[in-house]
């Protein structure tokens, strides 16, 4: 692996190079002008949904289950590690670029939530499937079936070779050894055993164990951050200005931080935002289709409110405690720069609790990817396809704990771009479709508004 990487850099910079970003960015901006706003202005109507929608509908789980189920694949290592990284390459100004991905994503996330009621269906075994392979193929048409075939294989190679393993296990192990001294090997065994005991139960068995890990797991690292922050609230102002600062002029080399340029400050906080909050990959509406409701717009709404929750909040709040305590001027990198910042106020319970929430964190993020990498397994080879896909996936598992943290995060990369490009492209295409609805929505239930 380690000869690969020169190779892997070079492929990553041109996946994510000015056309993607573009594309990422530009999507998100021409949804937000054409939905006028929404996650400004529907925000708050949005986060009533989450636990006020009717699930009404046809579907198979709650609205709010399918929320924690898309929360359990985007809330992960992206929030604590992929900050990290972002900063540690980036400098502080990658945090403001991963804030300009996340408002335009918002209206992406939304877009992909509500696309994926719309054009959902129900497969062989009576489930009900949808996703982008369904509304590329069910609303562009027919004729541009090969580009949801790309999409479906592009989802398998982020749940086998992206977000789905390799970072999470990586983080999990690592932080367990730093933390408690616990075996690499020990834990990697441990992950192998209890992730198909969770998953052969399907989606209601995900959504049962995401609908009560999420809330508390989010909870317990917001609360640590918060704690943290407070020990330090005068410096807040002098700390958001350097990253809005830095965003625009880079960083000089300070400390152990080798210095960077605006455009790596952008590329990295923009690429790890959507590693973290995965809008425009396509793969939350995954989830959003099997919510009950009858409302397109409705679970758009409710799914919006994850990039809201993942990046406005968790993220920032990460991001705070590195340049806050400064640990981003060190020779930390990934989830030990994290801990460190932790440690730094609360002491060793510091890396103990930040282990206790990248833990939490990274598993249901592979529960959440094995499902979403099934779904696609099953679009593009029906139920035959489910039991050879769980064994690979198993066995990428075990051997996750043991690669290089560069490689997975370059891998990791290439595969999200693979994945987004034909989404986006669906998004613009069908964006006529998701303003029709949420006006449909909107003028039939003022109620709510």
Do not use: H
């Amino acid at each position: 692996m380690e000869g690969l990487i020169p190779v892997l850099n070079a492929i990553d910079s041109f996946m994510w190079g000015p056309p993607l970003i573009t594309l990422l960015v530009g999507t998100g901006i021409y949804l937000t002008i054409r939905l006028r706003l929404l996650q400004v202005f529907r925000l708050p109507m949005a986060l009533r949904l989450i636990f006020q929608a009717k699930n009404d509908g046809s579907g198979d789980v709650s609205s709010f289950k399918a929320l924690c189920v898309a929360l359990a694949a985007t809330v992960g290592t992206g929030n604590i590690v992929g900050v990290a990284t972002a900063v540690k390459v980036g400098g502080p100004g990658a945090i403001f670029w991963m804030w300009v991905a996340a408002f335009f994503g918002m209206a992406t996330k939304y877009a992909e939530g509500l696309l994926a009621v719309k054009y959902r269906s129900v497969d062989e075994k009576g489930e009900v499937a949808g996703g982008p392979m369904f509304y590329i193929r069910n609303g562009m048409g027919e004729q541009w079936k090969p580009l949801a075939t790309f999409f479906a294989f592009a989802c398998i190679g982020v749940a086998f070779f992206g977000i789905g393993t390799f970072p999470q296990v990586n983080a999990i192990v690592d932080s367990m050894e730093i933390s408690f001294g616990f075996p690499k090997a020990a834990t990697d065994g441990i992950l192998t055993f209890f992730i198909p005991a969770i998953t052969l139960g399907g989606l209601q068995s995900i959504a049962k164990i995401a609908s009560k890990v999420i809330p508390f797991m989010a909870f317990l690292y917001v609360a640590v951050c918060l704690g943290l922050l407070v020990t330090d609230y005068a410096n807040i102002p002098a700390a958001i200005s350097l990253i809005i600062e830095s965003a625009f002029t880079g960083t000089a080399a300070v400390g152990g931080f080798a210095g960077s340029t605006i455009m790596m400050a952008m590329q990295n906080g923009i690429a790890r935002g959507v590693f973290s909050n995965e809008s425009g990959l396509g793969s939350a509406p995954i989830a959003a289709a099997a919510a009950k409701t009858k409302w397109p717009a409705e679970q758009g709404l409710i799914s919006m409110t994850g990039t809201f929750i993942d990046t406005i909040i968790i993220c920032t709040m990460t991001g705070l405690a590195l340049v806050l305590t400064g640990v981003w001027q060190g020779d930390a990198a990934g989830a030990a720069m994290t801990s460190n910042a932790f440690a730094s106020v609360y002491g060793p319970v510091g890396s103990s609790l930040l282990t206790i929430s990248l833990v939490l964190f990274a598993f249901t993020t592979i529960l959440g990817w094995n499902y979403y990498g099934e779904r696609a397994c099953i679009y593009l080879f029906g139920t035959r396809g489910v039991t050879p896909y769980r064994v690979i996936f198993i066995c990428l598992i075990a051997s996750g704990a043991f690669l290089k943290l560069e490689a997975i995060w370059v891998l990791a990369d290439i595969v999200n771009g693979l994945m987004a490009i034909p989404n986006l492209i669906a998004l613009i295409a069908l964006s006529g479709v998701i303003v029709a609805e949420t006006n449909k929505y909107l003028n039939r239930d003022k109620l709510q508004d």
